[in-house]
């Protein structure tokens, strides 16, 4: 009999179990089950959600190409801030709508992903069908917005009830499948626009059948650990805590800020003598390095802290942000490429393991995750348009990146601020 009922509490959590106790309760914190911190199931979810990225934020971190080859043909008519509204609607969208997709993870587990991942597919290859603004804005900047936001926050909620001492290092190696996204799209797009006979349409396409398997995975191995959360659908209490408020506001300015070089850096290498293609492989160049500052700082985060690191990982961007007018010639540009991708890879997963922290209820920390970068993102999407309205104005890239740089410098100080309103206190590592 008590092995029996040893077996039996040792068995994770189903998606289809309402998160009861033999007397019909609701389950305390305390008697749900620790995250296995590892083990096979936990990895092939990393993996899932690292496929997830990939086909989202790597597509959306590859809009640098997409931008120098609206501008230069079937939006050629249209100003750089009227371009950029189309990925920053995007960007905004894809966290914005987590203040939906985070919540509806914590109450239905997976099954969210499932349409979703169908959903974006269908709208890249509507975007091949595009060819006016709006039809580009609608269902790049919209349809797949919005669809990113019901794919990567359950993803990540789906990713942190299997982690809890290892979180941040498991969120690097996660996010790092954008980057690899971020390398493999870019250099494809730019290749296949610049150098061959395909055409925008087919592009576009074949980007969507490479992202097929990748959303086949996903939709296989994601899956929730933890019995469905029976608490609101949002939950305002959160904002009572004044760490969680910093961190939200962190998040806004440094999202202000750091989508200046991600967005504006091949249209500034054209204006300094760089050749198309080679310009379009930028974002590559970018991302490549993006890996590597997401895995290492992610590992060093679970040693030395996810609010230091984070806040460390924003001041270092912003003073990379200030020195983007700097690169005056090829080289230059590429290593600045290489640099910027780095220290800005610690910023999306610094932010996000950072607000899962101010979860005291794991099975919430889809929710906490979707209201606060859903706040944050609106940085991302009103960062881009003031950068391309400096960058029309000015007729250069020096006040866009000054004020980009002074937006994620600030944000850097707002974590700080968090720091001190942290339960362990300004020099713990927090």
Not at 179 to 187: A, D, E, L, Q, Y
Not at 215 to 237: D, E, I, K
Request: charged residues 10%; glycine residues 12%; positive net charge.
């Amino acid at each position: 009999m008590s092995s029996s009922s040893s077996d039996e509490k040792s068995t994770p959590f189903s998606e289809e179990q309402a998160g009861l106790d033999r007397q019909g309760l609701p389950l305390s914190t305390d008697e749900l089950e620790p995250a296995p911190d590892g083990g096979l199931r936990a990895w092939l979810v990393a993996l899932g959600a690292a496929s997830i990225f990939f086909c989202c934020l790597g597509f959306s971190n590859s809009f640098g190409t997409f931008t120098q080859y609206y501008l230069t043909h079937q939006l050629s008519d249209r100003s750089p801030d009227d371009v950029a509204w189309i990925g920053s609607l995007s960007a905004f969208l894809q966290f914005f709508v987590g203040m939906i997709g985070g919540p509806m993870f914590d109450r239905y587990g997976s099954k969210v992903i499932h349409p979703a991942a169908v959903i974006y597919i269908f709208a890249v290859m509507m975007l091949s069908l595009c060819k006016t603004y709006w039809q580009i804005m609608l269902v790049q900047g919209v349809l797949m917005g919005a669809t990113m936001g019901f794919l990567q926050f359950p993803a990540m909620g789906s990713l942190s009830q299997y982690f809890d001492k290892k979180r941040a290092a498991a969120f690097g190696l996660a996010i790092s499948g954008s980057s690899i996204g971020g390398i493999i799209m870019p250099i494809a797009v730019s290749k296949m626009l610049n150098s061959t006979s395909l055409g925008f349409g087919w592009t576009v396409r074949i980007i969507g059948f490479l992202m097929i398997p990748f959303m086949a995975f996903s939709v296989a191995v994601l899956r929730a650990r933890l019995p469905p959360s029976a608490a609101s659908f949002l939950l305002p209490s959160a904002f009572l805590e004044a760490r969680y408020n910093f961190i939200v506001i962190s998040t806004f300015f440094v999202f202000l800020g750091m989508f200046m070089p991600i967005i504006f850096l091949p249209t500034y290498a054209v204006s300094k003598g760089m050749g198309v293609t080679l310009a379009g492989y930028l974002p590559a160049i970018l991302n490549a390095a993006s890996t590597f500052g997401r895995i290492i700082p992610g590992v060093l985060a679970d040693k030395y802290g996810r609010l230091n690191v984070y806040a460390f990982g924003s001041f270092i961007t912003s003073v990379v942000i200030f020195c983007m007018t700097a690169t005056k010639n090829n080289a230059g540009i590429i290593a600045y490429a290489a640099v910027f991708g780095f220290t800005s890879g610690t910023i999306i997963s610094g932010a996000t393991v950072s607000i899962t922290g101010c979860a005291k209820d794991p099975r919430n920390i889809g929710t906490y995750t979707g209201m606060g970068l859903a706040l944050g993102a609106i940085g991302a999407l009103i960062g881009p348009p003031i950068d391309g309205a400096f960058v029309k104005h000015y007729v250069g890239f020096f006040e866009a990146a000054m004020f980009s740089g002074a937006m994620c410098l600030f944000g850097g100080t707002v974590v700080l601020m968090a720091k001190l309103a942290s339960p362990e206190g300004f020099f713990s590592r927090s």
